[in-house]
């Protein structure tokens, strides 16, 4: 039976262009690290880059989707990084595997337990002290009213996210300085948001009568107009953090 097919036109689990990835993977490796640590990894492709810039790293990434996994070991065999990429099914909650050179958590702050100053407590610990970080977090470019909130994510609350301007506080009281502050273009969103859906709306316009397709039909517009409702009001800030020492 033919079924909607998994996203294939994603490189990227979240708003990040290659031009950003490429710029940010220059800057990170730019103090030559030798151990990675990539948090809520997913398929790790951050980290396989990084990996390929550094070429005196090892990386290890941390998630528990195991179909992720699977991918981001085989993309690393394929790039010829396998000796070098280690991808562990495990919690982040109180993980032992640091500290690290370079800490990646993009979009996965949660992966480490309660609010965000304990997950940034949680990345200061993980971090060696001349090392980096680099979060990838939500933020609210304007608060969103109440209506905007109810069409959201289930259970949305203005309390979910903070301003930027208060992330990046949150970081600094954790014991860090911002080196670099960047945040996902509305371009970037819709390429990521379109990619995620692309594959099965074209899989719905060739199947509409297929057992399936109701589900996936009901599934995919309850996505799109979420995240039609947070377009331009939840942003995704690239921070670049130093330890302070």
């Not at 990835?21 to 809520?40: E, K, M, N, S, Y």
């Not at 090892?58 to 179909?67: K, R, Y």
């Not at 993009?106 to 090392?131: C, K, M, Y």
């Not at 860090?176 to 074209?202: H, I, K, M």
Request: net charge negative; with cysteine; hydrophobic share 40%.
């Amino acid at each position: 039976m033919t079924t909607p097919p998994h996203r294939t036109r994603l490189t990227f689990h979240g708003p990040l262009s290659e031009a950003r990835a490429d710029a940010l993977v220059q800057r990170l490796t730019r103090h030559r690290p030798t151990t990675v640590l990539d948090i809520g990894c997913g398929s790790g492709e951050l980290m396989l880059r990084v990996l390929a810039a550094a070429p005196d790293a090892n990386g290890t990434g941390i998630d528990l989707d195991t179909d992720d996994l699977a991918r981001g070991r085989k993309a690393a065999a394929d790039r010829g990084l396998a000796s070098r990429a280690r991808f562990l099914e495990e919690s982040a909650t109180g993980t032992t595997r640091g500290p690290a050179d370079l800490v990646l958590c993009v979009g996965s702050s949660q992966a480490l337990g309660g609010r965000l100053p304990e997950a940034l407590g949680e990345l200061r610990r993980l971090v060696t002290d001349h090392g980096r970080v680099l979060l990838g977090e939500g933020f609210w470019q304007r608060t969103p009213s109440p209506d905007e909130l109810s069409r959201m994510w289930p259970d949305a609350a203005v309390t979910d996210h903070h301003d930027l301007t208060t992330l990046i506080g949150l970081a600094i009281e954790a014991g860090f300085r911002p080196e670099w502050t960047e945040t996902a273009s509305l371009d970037e969103w819709e390429e990521f948001e379109s990619g995620y859906l692309a594959d099965t709306e074209v899989w719905l316009a060739e199947h509409p009568r297929h057992p399936l397709a109701e589900e996936t039909r009901q599934r995919v517009d309850r996505h799109r107009a979420r995240w039609l409702t947070y377009r331009g009001i939840l942003g995704l800030a690239y921070l670049t953090l130093v330890p302070t020492v």
